[in-house]
């Protein structure tokens, strides 16, 4: 009598399930970044359409009220949207940041400020460079720029008094210089600039200020920036 033999086991082999495995992993590494990609995409496109949106509001309650909202809220209690639109990016309305309008009269004082200052260190410079003698003297006050007394005929290196454009006062900082007199003048504002690059060679060290206070219209003599400039270079 003949015993049944047994059929073979059905199944994978681990070698079988190895090959599964990493088709699986190929298929992933190529579907899933362009599935990212593509999403990231949809949510660009969103949040483009969200800005123009937010934009187009913001224009019309500027031309019907003459100025900007004091916040986003403003936009749906007035009307001009139904609501405020989220981010797709955070998933919120709650997070957008909001850029105050630039003041087109702040850019006007800016630029009266370094027009003003530069006339500030063109004078002390004058006054300096025309000392009698060879030991040079800075200014001990403003005054001294608009009437040199050293002189038998009074000499003038500003034409006026200067107020400052950004308070309205004719009250200046004063930068002391290390042998005594007035070297450079800036502004008492303590208000943030608007231009923050750009600037002459003269005025590089503005650059990046956070207050009109750090724009110091200084004058150094071309031997102190010679040095200055020697001792900020690396050292070999």
Known sequence: MRLPTASPRAGFTLV????VLAVIALLLSIVVPH??????RAEEAVLQENLVLLRD???KHYADAGRYPESLDDLVTKRYLRTIPGDPITQSSATWIVVAPTDPQQREQEQELLFVGDQFRQAIALYYQRT???AK????KLEDLLQDKRYLNTQRYLR???ADPMTGKTEWGLVTAPGGGIMGVYSLSNASPIKRGGFRQRD???EGATTYQEW???YEPPLVQQIQKAAAKPAI
């Open 16 to 19: 079988e399930l190895m090959v």
């Open 35 to 40: 599935y990212a990609g593509r999403v990231t």
């Open 57 to 59: 509001a913001l224009d």
């Open 132 to 134: 009698p003698g060879p």
């Open 137 to 140: 003297q800075y200014p001990a």
């Open 160 to 162: 006026k008094p200067y």
């Open 204 to 206: 590089r060290t503005f």
């Open 216 to 218: 110091r219209f200084l």
